[in-house]
């Protein structure tokens, strides 16, 4: 049968995956990520009741005391909100020590780390397949006795497959073979754990594997050395995986794992296959693990990039507002996202009219050509142009009534000493009204931030959005005098309203950023 049969074949049964997220355990394995207890369990909450994928893989069993604490967290609330049999700890063959702590912990389910290769079997263990096959089947009944179900990993199986089959299937045969119910292997999880494989591969691989045990369920593990880590996963379901191991964002060791937004969106419109996934919260879980984890997710990444909905060149954003002529199946509304429209160098009028459709204005078609043209400027001296910087380009080519803000910076002044928290007194001007105020924070622009929620709410009588995001940013290759972006979200009525600013003080910056807010705000409430 073709390979093009195949999919259609597929298209027609339409096979529900399960997907298997490992961020908390194989995503922590990324150099210089660590997550605390309470980080965990935030992520396994989100992941198992939002995100809702079928199941977690959350600890390697024995490595601390804080695994141990996040562990038994974890499965605290999986008990108590009836999703223990969807978390899984790693555990090892190791006379009963990993499953005692597992069972210590609260937790039902182990992955038990088998050697899938003879070389790992000989060179690592200095066991034959035999002894090891047997200290195998005692770790599988010392489990039953503790009332802990089994899923087995078979490390370095696709070496194994390449170099010593004859193994991979001795240590099947035993396996599967167990005369037992209790004591049987709930899933046999086969990784490509050097990330040495490419989609024929998977094939050729997973099919010998269907073909004898075609009772068994299989879960693909990929890496993602070649970056073939989704390609491969696609492969494998093809070819009768009934389930995938991903990571949020592609965290992982060396080069990472399977992305979790990519892996859905491409099994969803490439093989029409089903998952209990909630894609509107791929966006969501993305942002808060590289919030915990410092990772931070590049903007061109699928799904999850920042820019990944953004449309540069002008000819696709005229394309868009006629019959969606540059769309696709990835809907950014689909996963909880909105496209945007680039300002700059490359920005047509098409480009132009959607950011002030977005912001409610209406210009000229003369106004328009003059306010591009001026973007065009400054896209040429590679300045960052975006959507809340257009009102004051706007405001500056037009010179219309009103550009002045409503809300200004008279004076401020921030201080900070050893030993004591840093400082603020601020003075400003609200529709020429003059306020001052001071208070203390946790760095110097948190104790500015917290001087004008303190002058806004008793003066004023009224919130101050709450910071949603804090990025900063210097040129490559910038010096230590360089110029410093910083891009801040803020919380606004049910979205988010990102600013940004430019100076060479990192605190001034975002000083910049936050007054574009308040004026942003301030001439929406004018509106009102």
């Not at 005692?138 to 004859?166: F, Q, T």
């Not at 070819?239 to 949020?248: I, N, P, Y």
């Not at 590049?298 to 990039?305: L, T, Y």
Request: charged letters at 25%.
């Amino acid at each position: 049968m073709g390979t093009a049969q195949q999919v259609n074949n597929y298209k027609r049964l339409a096979p529900l995956v399960e997907i298997m997220d490992s961020t908390l355990r194989d995503g922590e394995q990324t150099n210089g990520v660590s997550f605390l207890p309470h980080e965990k369990l935030v992520m396994a909450r989100k992941l198992l009741s939002d995100v809702n994928v079928d199941r977690i893989e959350i600890a390697s069993a024995r490595v601390s005391e804080g695994e141990r604490e996040a562990v038994t967290k974890i499965c605290a609330y999986a008990q108590k909100n009836g999703l223990l049999d969807r978390v899984e700890v790693l555990g090892f063959v190791d006379g009963g020590k990993s499953i005692d702590w597992i069972a210590e912990c609260g937790g039902k389910v182990v992955n038990l780390l088998a050697k899938g290769s003879l070389k790992h079997c000989t060179h690592q263990l200095h066991k034959t397949p035999e002894e090891h096959i047997s200290d195998i089947k005692r770790e599988m009944e010392y489990a039953a006795s503790k009332g802990i179900s089994v899923n087995l990993y078979l490390e370095d199986w696709s070496n194994g497959m390449k170099d010593s089959p004859e193994y991979v299937y001795q240590l099947m045969d035993a396996l599967t073979s167990h005369p037992s119910p209790l004591t049987s292997i709930k899933r046999f999880m086969l990784p490509d754990t050097l990330g040495v494989m490419n989609p024929l591969q998977v094939v050729e691989y997973f099919r010998k594997m269907i073909k004898r045990y075609p009772e068994v369920h299989f879960d693909f593990h990929a890496h993602n050395d070649y970056d073939l880590a989704v390609s491969n996963s696609l492969a494998a379901v093809l070819s009768g995986a009934k389930g995938l191991h991903v990571t949020v964002n592609g965290l992982g060791e060396r080069c990472g794992n399977a992305p979790l937004a990519s892996v859905q969106a491409i099994l969803k419109d490439q093989f029409h296959a089903k998952t209990h996934i909630n894609e509107n919260q791929l966006n969501d879980i993305s942002r808060m693990v590289e919030s915990f984890s410092g990772i931070t997710v590049a903007p061109n990444q699928p799904i999850v990039g920042e820019h990944v909905f953004t449309q540069v060149a002008g000819v696709h954003a005229d394309g868009d507002t006629k019959d969606k002529l540059y769309y696709n199946e990835l809907i950014p509304e689909r996963f909880g996202r909105k496209r945007e429209y680039a300002l700059g160098k490359n920005s047509g009028k098409a480009n132009i009219a959607k950011n002030l459709e977005e912001l409610g204005l209406e210009l000229t078609p003369e106004q328009t050509r003059r306010v591009t043209e001026r973007i065009t400027e400054l896209g040429d001296k590679k300045e960052i142009v975006t959507l809340d910087d257009l009102p004051y380009i706007v405001s500056d080519v037009l010179k219309h009534d009103g550009s002045e803000d409503k809300v200004k910076l008279i004076s401020y002044v921030v201080s900070t000493a050893y030993g004591l928290r840093p400082g603020a007194n601020v003075k400003v001007e609200i529709n020429g009204q003059q306020y001052e105020g001071s208070a203390v924070g946790d760095g110097q622009f948190d104790a500015f931030v917290k001087t004008l929620r303190y002058i806004y709410k008793k003066y004023l009588d009224r919130t101050f959005p709450f910071l949603a995001n804090y990025q900063v940013t210097i040129p490559p290759g910038g010096r230590t005098d360089a110029l410093v972006q910083t891009v801040i979200s803020w919380h606004y009525k049910d979205g988010l309203l990102r600013t940004r600013g430019l100076d060479a003080d990192q605190t001034e910056a975002a000083i910049k950023a936050t007054f574009k807010m308040l004026n942003i705000i301030e001439n929406d409430i004018t509106k009102q």
